[in-house]
T-cell receptor, first 109, second 113 residues
């Protein structure tokens, strides 16, 4: 069963625009992670934010976490065609990660 | 390290046949996870191991599915007998500890006809 749910399911933007994806989850967490999956490939870890953190940056990525609302957002700034992929949030269930169904991002040049 | 290695990359089999998927985790990682990905259900956790011991297999769909980890560098996921609804991409992932990132293999695309 999915713990996290991403929104929107699909997002299409132009190169240079910002992309924002949201994740909502149901139970308390220790941390929340974001992953990217290119078509036909495995998932690649992007960023981890702990439950006591509110915001985290990594390059063009900015992640926020609101534990009171049980939600997180991933912002990709100045998007590029190479950012085209599916993005998943993952929450911890004990040691294992439970993934949402993802947001499919398409960036056109 | 070459990362998590899965084999085969693609498998096509007939209904009723036994299928064995293989995974080599990253050396030194204590945790190994098996996931299944379909369009309908997304990424589902099937089972995970800690130090070669199965910890949670509640995601294994049926008794037709079994997983083993005979040593720290090898795990298998077996489906016997296979059915068309088992068609999916199966991912293996490993991680060095709790509350850390997971490293995924490239997946095995299974098609049961």
């Amino acid at each position: 069963s999915q713990q996290g749910e991403e929104d929107p399911q699909a997002l299409s933007i132009q190169e240079g625009e910002n992309a924002t994806m949201n994740c909502s989850y149901k139970t308390s967490i220790n941390n929340l992670q974001w992953y990217r999956q290119n078509s036909g490939r495995g998932l690649v870890h992007l960023i981890l934010i702990r439950s006591n953190e509110r915001e985290k940056h990594s390059g063009r990525l900015r992640v926020t976490l609101d534990t009171s609302k049980k939600s997180s957002s991933l912002l990709i700034t100045a998007s590029r065609a190479a950012d085209t992929a599916s993005y998943f949030c993952a929450t911890d269930k004990g040691t294992a990660l439970i993934f949402g169904k993802g947001t499919t991002l398409s960036v056109s040049s | 390290d070459a990362g998590v290695i899965q084999s085969p990359r693609h498998e096509v089999t007939e209904m009723g046949q036994e299928v064995t998927l293989r995974c080599k985790p990253i050396s030194g990682h204590d945790y190994l996870f098996w996931y299944r990905q379909t369009m309908m259900r997304g990424l589902e956790l099937l089972i995970y191991f800690n130090n070669n011991v199965p910890i949670d297999d509640s995601g294994m769909p049926e008794d037709r599915f079994s997983a083993k980890m005979p040593n720290a560098s090898f795990s298998t996921l077996k489906i016997q007998p296979s059915e068309p609804r088992d068609s999916a991409v199966y991912f293996c992932a490993s991680s060095p500890g709790t509350n850390t990132e997971a490293f995924f293999g490239q997946g095995t695309r299974l098609t049961v006809v």
